[in-house]
């Protein structure tokens, strides 16, 4: 281990791995020689969409290895699902080495990592064909199995093309393949660091990291950030970066235009904590929490864009007020009305212990005397079976739901800036109805609810009257 405050530990993202022979000389190297090379710490990714092809897709649901072999009785669809991550983990190593023999080398890391992986998957279901045993008992197990795999061989594929231009680079396999023993997260972490040193050597560290808590039983798909930020706060980083392939930006820049945005710069932990309880993760918030906490400051940047220093998350106030960034999202609004609810306790406890017992993100709600919403991310399917509990709950309720969009303007400090009555003056200006809008007294966020169709041009709507125009209204103010 390195002394506090003498190294950084940096994270690259899967859609940015899939480039990452782009980032050999302009991030790993630039221009760097000697011990400069070194004091680097760099976390990565699968490549992208091989996570998607291990599990299942992010986004559409399409089943991976795991969904394919948890659906699987006797057929072999998980085996033809493992030969397409195979090819897929082949064509993303293809791209990014160009040496024959580094090209021979990887070959034969992804075969021995998935034969092994196969094999694994094979005795398993023939042991779980025994009535004593259940499949659906060693299904997170599984998960993981094959979780590791994806960053395990990104990180590899990393170091031999860092070795092949001259880098001391180190392969750091935290996935605990193959090892024994069952270890928590910081003792995973701690074991495989003990030999390395960072300042003369660069580790590539699997995102995946193999642990007695199982990352992906609380966090699924973003255990990449939590290893991130437990080896950050270990180490005594004196910085942890985030590389993604684009800027944190007040907006979407292909929504509200490149031209309109602005790059935060600086920011705070409170921010990151909204935008990601909006689905805007600039960091996971038990990452988020565990760099706080050991004060460790986070930078998120363009990878592409190595020149410029990005966005500065550290636990400071902003000195004046402002909005940083206006975003938004689809959400159910579920509406329980009930009229005996006027003073009567437990109502919301309820309701929540239904919404936790059906993995039910909740983003917002909002209450009166007899009526309780809750402003929730999750899917039709799943929405139906809330209903279908709450109705049997309080037969004599009227439990219905719709499809909304959220849109939340953010900043460190909001006070006297009137964001609620300027943006909805901004949407009524724009011929958009605001169904509901929010504001708490900690004034680090305001949410306005509208139609689905209407999310992107009342996006625009506020990004220009709260951030576009900000200066100008500040100067006229003062």
Same mark, same amino acid.
């Given at each position: 281990?390195?002394?506090?405050?003498?190294?950084?530990?940096?994270?690259?993202?899967?859609?940015?791995?899939?480039?990452?022979?782009?980032?050999?000389?302009?991030?790993?190297?630039?221009?760097?020689?000697?011990?400069?090379?070194?004091?680097?710490?760099?976390?990565?990714?699968?490549?992208?969409?091989? %996570?998607?092809?291990?599990?299942?897709?992010?986004?559409?649901?399409?089943?991976?290895?795991?969904?394919?072999?948890?659906?699987?009785?006797?057929?072999?669809?998980?085996?033809? @699902?493992?030969?397409?991550?195979?090819?897929?983990?082949?064509?993303?190593?293809?791209?990014?080495? $160009?040496?024959?023999?580094?090209? /021979?080398?990887?070959?034969?890391?992804?075969? +021995?990592? &998935?034969?092994?992986?196969? !094999?694994? *998957?094979?005795?398993?279901?023939?042991?779980?064909?025994?009535?004593?045993?259940?499949?659906?008992?060693?299904?997170?197990?599984?998960?993981?199995?094959?979780?590791?795999?994806?960053?395990?061989?990104?990180?590899?594929?990393?170091? *031999?093309?860092?070795?092949?231009?001259?880098?001391?680079?180190?392969?750091?396999?935290?996935?605990?393949?193959?090892?024994?023993?069952?270890?928590?997260?910081?003792?995973?972490?701690?074991?495989?660091?003990?030999?390395? +040193?960072?300042?003369?050597?660069?580790?590539?560290?699997?995102?995946?990291?193999?642990?007695? $808590?199982?990352?992906?039983?609380?966090?699924?798909?973003?255990?990449?950030?939590?290893?991130?930020?437990?080896? =950050?706060?270990?180490?005594? @980083?004196?910085?942890?970066?985030?590389?993604?392939?684009?800027?944190?930006?007040?907006?979407?820049?292909?929504?509200?235009?490149?031209?309109?945005?602005?790059?935060?710069?600086? %920011?705070?932990?409170?921010?990151?904590?909204?935008?990601? !309880?909006?689905?805007? $993760?600039?960091?996971?918030?038990?990452?988020?929490?565990?760099?706080?906490?050991?004060?460790?400051?986070?930078?998120? %940047?363009?990878?592409?864009?190595?020149?410029?220093?990005?966005? &500065?998350?550290?636990?400071?106030?902003?000195?004046?007020?402002?909005?940083?960034?206006?975003?938004?999202?689809?959400?159910? #609004?579920?509406?329980?009305? $009930?009229?005996?609810?006027?003073?009567?306790?437990?109502?919301?406890?309820?309701?929540?212990?239904?919404?936790?017992?059906?993995?039910?993100?909740?983003?917002?709600?909002?209450?009166?005397?007899?009526?309780?919403?809750?402003?929730?991310?999750?899917?039709?399917?799943? &929405?139906?079976?809330?209903?279908?509990?709450?109705?049997?709950?309080?037969?004599?309720?009227?439990?219905?739901?719709?499809?909304?969009?959220?849109?939340?303007?953010?900043?460190?400090?909001?006070?006297?800036? #009137?964001?609620?009555?300027?943006?909805?003056?901004?949407?009524?200006?724009?011929?958009?109805? #605001?169904?509901? =809008?929010?504001?708490?007294?900690?004034?680090? +966020?305001?949410?306005?609810?509208?139609?689905?169709?209407?999310?992107?041009?009342?996006?625009? @709507? *506020?990004?220009?009257?709260?951030? /576009? +125009?900000?200066?100008?209204?500040?100067?006229?103010?003062?």
């Amino acid at each position: 281990m390195t002394e506090p405050q003498q190294h950084t530990v940096e994270k690259i993202g899967g859609t940015s791995m899939s480039r990452v022979n782009e980032l050999r000389d302009s991030l790993f190297i630039a221009g760097r020689k000697g011990g400069s090379l070194y004091g680097r710490i760099f976390v990565v990714s699968a490549f992208g969409g091989i %996570t998607n092809l291990l599990l299942e897709h992010k986004k559409s649901g399409e089943a991976g290895v795991y969904a394919a072999f948890a659906n699987s009785d006797s057929d072999h669809r998980w085996h033809d @699902a493992l030969d397409r991550v195979a090819d897929a983990m082949s064509q993303a190593h293809g791209q990014v080495l $160009e040496h024959p023999a580094d090209i /021979e080398r990887a070959e034969a890391f992804v075969k +021995d990592r &998935l034969l092994g992986a196969r !094999n694994c *998957l094979i005795d398993l279901q023939r042991l779980c064909s025994y009535g004593h045993f259940r499949l659906s008992e060693h299904m997170l197990q599984t998960r993981e199995l094959l979780s590791g795999l994806g960053e395990a061989h990104s990180a590899f594929v990393t170091v *031999l093309m860092l070795q092949r231009a001259g880098v001391n680079a180190r392969f750091v396999d935290l996935s605990g393949w193959r090892d024994e023993g069952n270890v928590t997260l910081s003792q995973r972490i701690e074991g495989a660091l003990k030999d390395v +040193d960072p300042l003369t050597e660069m580790p590539i560290v699997t995102g995946y990291a193999q642990c007695a $808590e199982g990352l992906m039983r609380e966090f699924d798909r973003g255990y990449s950030e939590v290893t991130f930020s437990r080896l =950050a706060a270990l180490t005594g @980083a004196k910085e942890a970066i985030i590389h993604k392939e684009f800027h944190l930006s007040s907006a979407d820049p292909n929504l509200v235009g490149v031209s309109a945005v602005r790059k935060l710069g600086r %920011t705070n932990y409170d921010v990151a904590d909204q935008l990601s !309880n909006l689905g805007m $993760e600039a960091i996971h918030p038990k990452a988020a929490k565990t760099l706080r906490q050991s004060g460790v400051p986070l930078r998120v %940047t363009n990878a592409f864009e190595p020149e410029d220093s990005g966005t &500065l998350i550290d636990d400071q106030p902003a000195l004046e007020s402002a909005v940083e960034i206006v975003t938004g999202l689809d959400l159910f #609004a579920l509406e329980v009305f $009930e009229q005996d609810m006027v003073g009567v306790k437990g109502y919301d406890a309820t309701i929540i212990d239904i919404l936790t017992r059906h993995n039910v993100r909740i983003v917002s709600k909002v209450s009166n005397a007899n009526t309780i919403t809750h402003y929730v991310d999750t899917s039709l399917k799943v &929405l139906r079976r809330v209903e279908k509990d709450l109705v049997e709950k309080y037969p004599s309720a009227a439990v219905t739901s719709r499809g909304i969009s959220m849109v939340a303007a953010v900043g460190r400090n909001l006070d006297g800036l #009137a964001v609620l009555s300027r943006g909805l003056n901004a949407l009524a200006g724009k011929g958009l109805e #605001a169904i509901g =809008a929010t504001q708490g007294p900690r004034q680090v +966020d305001v949410q306005f609810i509208v139609e689905r169709d209407v999310l992107k041009p009342a996006i625009k @709507a *506020l990004h220009a009257e709260l951030v /576009e +125009d900000q200066k100008a209204d500040l100067s006229q103010a003062a």
